[in-house]
């Protein structure tokens, strides 16, 4: 299971040579022995001594593995082009896992990514999930009440996905296995914004993209969309209906309308040139 999980992993980000990748909770070293065949500077960080010490028997001198927190890690910032947790999160204690997920941001290059894979709250196929999470439940069972603890708060959070855009990633890929039951997630260090957040935060005397900003009136403006040609023509019907709706209503409604005459973000239309208004006698 956790080869083919590995796998999945590889398939959704494909180390290139050079890079260097981190594995957060490392265990036995079996996800780095994976991608040793990319040429990258692999590292390895884990809280288990016995852990570390069979992941030194398996990848002897081609990884540095070091001991250590997932809350404190002993790296640089900005140190590592792409970071791997797999099975570490929901081992966790609850109150660790924000602090743990800051420091993978913090030794995270600007344009690092994260792979996470771990369980997921279903929803569970009928044959195949039901199986595998009667598994996955016996085993955190098996393994003490505490471990069995942490991984039932996990669950109850909603896995990974929760977790992740609360604490500032933005999910690039998302994949469910083995019949709901697991999850991987490619995340990146790009804090979530919403669309209608970026809108209200605009401020064009702080845009420096180089993009113009539109002028509507002496008093407005707001910043140029880019549209498409057929966008473009619905755009601009819309606006002159909309432009034709103002100038047609009242003017006692609209005191403003001497100081602003068009209305906000509605670009000036030309009025039609006349045959008189070009110089001509009309017939
Ligand atoms: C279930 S094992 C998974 C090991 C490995 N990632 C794999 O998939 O084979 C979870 C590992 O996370 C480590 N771990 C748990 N909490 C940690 C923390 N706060 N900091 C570093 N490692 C941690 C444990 O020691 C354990 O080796």
């Known amino acids: 299971m956790n080869k083919g999980l590995q796998l999945v992993g590889i398939r959704m980000f494909r180390p290139k040579k050079g890079m260097s990748i981190l594995d957060v909770g490392c265990g ?16 390895g960080l884990d809280l288990s001594p016995a852990m570390l010490e069979m992941a030194r028997q398996r990848l002897g001198d081609s990884a540095q593995l070091d001991l250590g927190s997932a809350t ?13 947790a797999m099975l570490t999160i929901h081992e966790m204690n609850p ?28 929803p569970y196929q009928p044959l195949q999930g039901w199986l595998s999470k009667t598994i996955i ?18 669950m109850k959070q909603g896995g990974l996905s929760g977790l992740v855009t609360h604490n500032g990633l933005s999910v690039e890929k998302q994949q469910v296995l ?7 997630l490619l995340a990146s260090k790009k804090a979530l914004r919403s669309r209608a957040q970026a809108l209200f935060d605009y401020d064009p005397r702080n845009d420096h993209s180089g993009v113009s900003t539109q002028s509507a009136g002496s008093c407005c403006s707001r910043p140029a969309i880019s549209t498409t040609p057929r966008l473009r023509v619905a755009k601009n019907r819309t606006l002159q209906s909309a432009r034709l709706k103002w100038s047609n209503s009242s003017p006692t409604r609209h005191p403003t309308r001497t100081s602003c005459p068009i209305p906000p973000g509605l670009p000036r239309i ?14």
Not at 28 to 43: K, P, V, W
Not at 95 to 122: C, S
Request: charged content about 20%; proline content about 6%.
């Open 28 to 43: 036995t070293g079996s996800q780095l022995e994976l991608y040793q065949r990319y040429d990258c500077h692999l590292y």
């Open 72 to 84: 404190a890690m002993p790296y640089e910032d900005d140190q590592f082009d792409f970071a791997i």
């Open 95 to 122: 109150e660790t896992r924000a602090p743990a997920l800051n420091e993978i941001k913090r030794v995270l290059k600007g344009n690092g990514q994260l792979l996470l894979i771990d369980y997921h709250p279903g």
């Open 137 to 154: 439940f016996a085993a955190e069972l098996a393994a003490g009440w505490r471990h069995y603890s942490n991984y039932r708060n996990f």
């Open 178 to 184: 083995a019949g709901g039951t697991f999850a991987i």
């Open 270 to 283: 030309q009025p039609k040139r006349t045959l008189r208004s070009a110089g001509y006698p009309e017939p």
